[in-house]
């Protein structure tokens, strides 16, 4: 029987339990702000707050990040992720150590039967997407947060009760020297898919019956495979089941196998049936050694509010969905900067407490979409009756010759940014803005998430507005978060050069025209002929302040 090797493991790095200065004084302390669980949604979020200036207390119960080992976990990180990662001062580190790409095939046996260019659409400064290790993503994550200094980091702490009151939360946390009990104004749940917090709060996460099984394969290659998405939708190497192949940093490929429901999951990630998979996929000749095996599989669910009083639930806390598309780790990324800049507001007195209510008013139908998007990829790739396996042939058959059927075949539909739907902050509903280029009429380079690191505040950019209306407006607005850029013109304000993509990109033509960007950079209100008085009632509006109309 063949051996396998295996490469030599990761180093993860470990940082130091501290005793925190609560133990042994007998006091309770209240916090404004208690993160629990330091994974990608619950760091993103500490790292989103500390740029803005605000403090927090980030509990986690391990001293590490990633798991032990070398799991690669999740490894696809959407544009949208990248700009907040940006925005957050770690997207070079990401790019520079991962892989970009945005080209994607998909087989049927042997067959190529579609192909996709990301790229085609975009106008971002980030790419559609990049492939790292999510423990890579967490460790950037930490580092920026200690460096920023405004975050208690408090590892090795379990959260062992949870107690809702009126005004706030009480924690009890379990250390290695001993527990101590703290308070928060507000507790964020970042714990994961199994939450132990949502458990004690008896919160129903409407979890599915049935567990997607598959085997995850990390392996590193002696010659390089060539820098692309594949994807089969019925593998003649894995019994007519999915597979997916992509590159990662440190030139180590993540294959994986969709495994049945009932399957062994110690059998299947055995070194040699996992090696026999690799030889049945790529023949006898090539050379690879293991980084890491393992199974994996998951229940959706999605709870039916993210917010329960002075608790938030963000990330696989909230809500699990298929992994076919990169929807579920990026959507818990997007969720914590959902949140940050209105907790940062409302705890800065600057905006209305409803307008943390548009968190849940947002995030729970963007989860909501993913769920019924990826649910669907997941009957797509394992028909549960005769009927669809009927329709699934068809469909492959189909899309080899002719276009109209390519778009239907569904191996996952990537993630992108959700847009979201009407409500009392966003009475027209509400899209992202792309991290575009932008130059300065003095000819200087800047970019829409260069604006967006500076404090926190909105954006308001109107298209050539006169000099008197200009002034009325910076009048009108001068005590709320808001920086007014002109959009060419000579209005006395900073003023970015005129640019055909930014104005179709915006939704805007005309001079005297307007649009309000939020913190998060998703697009607030346009204006079609903006006044001092309309530009004021819009950022009111998306604020959530007591006077908004």
């Known amino acids: 029987m063949e051996t396998y090797a295996f490469a030599p493991a990761y180093e993860l790095p470990a940082w130091p339990f501290t005793p925190p200065p609560e133990m042994g004084s007998g006091k309770i302390v209240r916090h404004p702000i208690v993160i629990v669980g330091a994974g990608p949604s619950g760091l993103t979020l500490a790292c989103d707050l500390a740029q803005r200036g605000v403090p927090a207390v980030l509990l986690d119960e391990d001293d590490t990040v990633g798991v032990r080992g070398a799991s690669s976990r999740g490894i696809c990180y959407a544009q949208k992720s990248l700009e907040i990662f940006d925005r957050l001062g770690i997207c070079e580190r990401i790019a520079a150590k991962g892989i970009t790409w945005s080209f994607g095939r998909t087989f049927s046996g042997e067959q190529e039967v579609y192909n996709f260019n990301l790229q085609r659409n975009s106008v971002s400064r ?61 507790l964020i749940d970042a714990t994961g898919a199994n939450s132990p917090i949502r458990t004690q709060l008896g919160i129903d996460a409407h979890a599915s019956r049935s567990t997607d099984r598959w085997c995850i394969s990390d392996v590193r290659f002696k010659k390089p495979l060539p820098t692309e998405r594949w994807t089969w939708v019925d593998a003649p190497f894995n019994e007519g089941r999915g597979v997916w192949q992509h590159l990662m940093a440190d030139g180590v490929w993540r294959i994986d196998y969709q495994m049945p429901e009932d399957c062994d999951t110690a059998h299947i990630s055995q070194p040699e049936v996992a090696g026999a998979r690799l030889r049945e996929q ?44 990169a929807r579920g780790g990026n959507s818990g ?41 990826t649910s669907r ?61 932008l130059r300065w009429t003095d000819g200087r380079e800047t970019t829409l998430m260069q604006l967006l690191a500076d404090g926190t505040q909105c954006i308001g950019l109107w298209l050539a507005p006169a000099r008197a ?24 304000l900073s003023t970015l050069q005129p640019d055909e993509k930014l104005a179709n990109h915006l939704g805007i033509g005309e001079a005297g025209s307007f649009v309000l960007v939020r913190p998060d950079a998703y697009r607030a209100a346009v204006l079609a002929h903006a006044t001092p008085e309309r530009i004021a009632a819009a950022l009111r509006t998306a604020l959530a302040l007591e006077d908004a109309p």
Do not use: C
């Open 282 to 325: 790529l023949g006898p000749g090539v050379e690879f050694e293991f980084v890491w095996i393992g199974p994996y599989g998951y229940r959706d669910h999605l709870l039916d509010s993210f917010r329960h009083g002075r608790v938030f639930f963000i990330g696989d806390a909230a809500h699990v969905v298929s992994p076919f598309g």
């Open 377 to 437: 990829s997941a009957r797509f790739l394992a028909p549960r009756s005769p009927a669809e396996h009927t329709l699934r042939r068809a469909v492959v058959a189909l899309a080899a010759r002719y276009a109209f059927a390519r778009a239907l075949v569904n191996t996952g539909r990537m993630s992108v940014a959700n847009d979201y739907p009407p409500a009392p902050q966003l009475p027209e509903g509400g899209r992202t803005v792309q991290n575009l280029p």
């Open 469 to 492: 209306e200009a002034a009325a407006a910076m009048d009108a607005t001068g005590s709320l978060p808001l920086r007014l850029i002109a959009i060419g013109g000579d209005s006395g």
């Open 126 to 186: 980030q790419p559609p997407f990049i492939n790292l290790q999510q423990f890579y993503i967490e460790w950037f994550l930490v580092e920026r947060i200690l460096e920023l200094g405004l975050t208690d980091v408090r590892w090795k702490s379990r959260v062992t009760r949870v107690e809702q009151l009126n005004d706030g939360v009480r924690l009890e946390v379990e250390t290695p020297a001993g527990s101590y009990t703290i308070e928060a104004d507000r």
């Open 333 to 373: 990324i997007q969720d914590a900067a959902n949140l940050g800049w209105k907790l940062a507001l409302v705890a800065q007195g600057r905006a209305g407490d409803a307008l943390l209510d548009s968190y849940d008013a947002e995030r729970q139908p963007a989860a909501k979409q993913n769920l019924e998007v």
